[in-house]
């Protein structure tokens, strides 16, 4: 009876790689096991094609004879092509799942010890140096390799010996049904090796605690919520393994003058009556110093005018934000008799014919009033 072809067997295409073929056997391989299928004689055969099928193809060399030859390959006798380069390995099952779950259950080689922490600074910037950008230096608590053991964490004159439990691979293997599960050693705690005799500075841990100061360039453009990531400036690892990061995570502190959202910078400009009616020019505080704002006549209160250029250069590089100045037209306080005699006169060459024509808003308000309450009594 002619033998089905390998590749239909899996049902992947001949120019498939060695992980769609462990892909396919896994999923194949989970629905044929004789453990899942007692007593099923098919299920036993179909599983049997299939790891045949899996050791052939995931073999360089006997793939490659497979793909000139085909079946023919490996008819001369058990021991398979008749060179004697290959040979029928009879792999059991559980050692060619552990191949194929290798990444699930974690390979056979000892952990490495464990990365140091990241650690994270908090920072308050004036906005002044958000904008300008700042050097700054701080004082973390930290952990640092131990001077007496070099972070071996065992007594001068001894070194740490490999873990009896796991014979040094940091992991040991228990056996589930048809699986072979990895597990981190509970001796050595995946390290591969133990301490007998700890070092009386560290006690065996080969860190200790110290506080250190950096020096923190802060680029100009920075903005709340932002932070700055100083590779390999957090917490040595365990037993000489790499540092973490520090992360610098920045606020800043309100400003009396400008709120900044994204690029733009607002401030409030209060003008007095006269200036909102006649015009003129006025000086207004930047980042870089005064400059001046020419306010035409009539204007309102709430009215924005956009100085370009004058905000904060982004730190991303994508241009210069914006002054926006918000004019609040201020009614004067503290006023002598001959200015208060001054404004009645005001006040009475707006009540006369030409009146509405200085107030239309007011004019339009007060009618819309009117016609609300004549609505309402009708």
Do not use: W
């Amino acid at each position: 009876m002619a033998k089905s072809d390998f590749y239909e067997i899996l049902g992947i295409s001949k120019s498939a790689d060695e992980r769609e073929i462990k892909k396919a056997y896994k999923r194949l391989a989970m629905k044929y096991h004789p453990d899942r299928n007692p007593g099923d004689k098919n299920a036993e055969a179909k599983f049997k094609e299939i790891k045949e099928a899996y050791e052939i193809l995931t073999d360089a060399q006997k793939r490659a004879a497979y793909d000139q030859y085909g079946h023919r390959a490996f008819e001369q006798g058990s021991s398979g092509f008749s060179n004697g380069n290959f040979t029928n390995t009879n792999t059991d099952f559980s050692d060619i799942f552990g191949d194929v779950f290798g990444d699930i259950f974690g390979s056979g080689r000892r952990q490495r010890a464990s990365r140091g922490t990241d650690l994270r600074y908090d920072i308050e910037l004036s906005l002044e140096e958000a904008v300008c950008g700042v050097t700054k230096e701080i004082r973390i608590p930290s952990l640092e390799e131990c001077k007496v053991c070099h972070g071996s964490g065992a007594k001068i004159g001894t070194q740490p010996q490999t873990c009896k439990t796991c014979q040094g691979n940091g992991q040991i293997q228990m056996r589930q049904g048809f699986f072979t599960v990895q597990q981190t050693c509970p001796t050595c705690h995946g390290r591969g090796s133990v301490i007998k005799d700890s070092c009386a500075s560290c006690h065996g841990r080969g860190r200790i605690e110290s506080t250190k100061t950096l020096s923190i360039k802060i680029p100009a453009g920075i903005d709340s919520g932002d932070r700055v990531r100083l590779s390999g400036k957090g917490e040595i690892g365990e037993h000489g393994s790499a540092a973490g990061d520090l992360y610098v995570q920045v606020s800043i502190k309100k400003h009396p003058i400008f709120n900044r959202e994204a690029n733009n910078l607002y401030c409030e400009v209060p003008i007095n009556f006269s200036m909102a009616a006649l015009g003129g020019e006025i000086e207004v505080p930047t980042l870089g110093g005064r400059v001046k704002l020419r306010i035409p006549s009539e204007t309102q209160t709430g009215k924005l005018f956009r100085m370009r250029g004058k905000g904060v250069k982004s730190i991303r590089g994508s241009g210069i934000g914006d002054l926006l100045c918000r004019v609040v037209v201020e009614t004067p306080v503290n006023l002598n008799e001959k200015q208060k005699t001054i404004l009645r006169e005001l006040a009475e060459s707006f009540n006369g014919p030409t009146g509405e024509k200085n107030s239309p808003r007011s004019k339009n308000f007060f009618e819309g009033v009117k016609k609300f309450f004549d609505d309402l009594t009708r």
